[in-house]
């Protein structure tokens, strides 16, 4: 069965650094999004990306916060100068084309900030 | 997209039926009724959808009330496995929100021996 694929499962960065999470959605999947969750609390939309550009973005993904596709095939998401409460759980997700579809998750990347 | 109100949690014995409730009185009528659960800290896994029509799948079924303000999510035989958060998420169908779903804080299904 397909799978969205993240990469790290797990990164630990230090205050004020640069980190990009990697993902890989199903190959033949036209929509992608990122979300966070910050540990006991809700799963949190972050952005939704179609067709190289942003579709929608939340208040979360501030300017420090990028996406981008730049083979056709990963979808990363760059912190640019990551902060402690950066530190969260951040899941991949994609859609195929068709608005009666579900999204298909990654398992997750554990970014750590100290 | 409408707001859901699910109970905090529930308890099942393994290999009983275990039905969870949903409530979206203000759904409207392009919304369609999403259900998600989330392993521990995994990735939030689809369970299955409907519009209107009650929905049968290898995982569920999904039951929505005519008038479609509400929902029942069941998991015929549940077992160990299957303890989790459950998500019931109303979804806009086109649009800029194409897609995006909005988490509310769940069901902790808890399944017991």
Known sequence: EPEVTQTPSH???QMGQE???????????????????????????????????ISEKSEIFDDQFSVERPDGSNFTLKIRSTKL?????????????????????????????? | DAKTTQPPSMDCAEGRAANLPCNHS???????????RQIHSQGPQYIIHGLKNNETNEMASLIITEDRKSSTLILPHAT?????????IVRARGGTSYGKL???????????P
């Open chain 1, 11 to 13: 990164q630990v960065t």
């Open chain 1, 85 to 114: 409460e950066d530190s969260a759980m951040y899941f991949c997700a994609s859609t195929p084309r068709g608005s009666n579809t579900e999204a298909f998750f990654g398992q997750g990347t554990r970014l750590t900030v100290v």
């Open chain 2, 26 to 36: 203000t759904i409207s009528g392009n919304e369609y009724v999403y259900w998600y």
């Open chain 2, 102 to 112: 909005t988490f509310g804080q769940g069901t902790i299904l808890t399944v017991h």
């Open chain 1, 19 to 53: 980190v990009i999470l990697r993902c890989v959605p199903i190959s033949n999947h036209l929509y992608f999004y990122w979300y966070r969750q910050i540990l006991g609390q809700k799963v949190e939309f972050l952005v939704s990306f179609y067709n190289n550009e």
């Open chain 2, 80 to 88: 160990l496995r299957d303890t989790a958060v459950y998500y019931c």
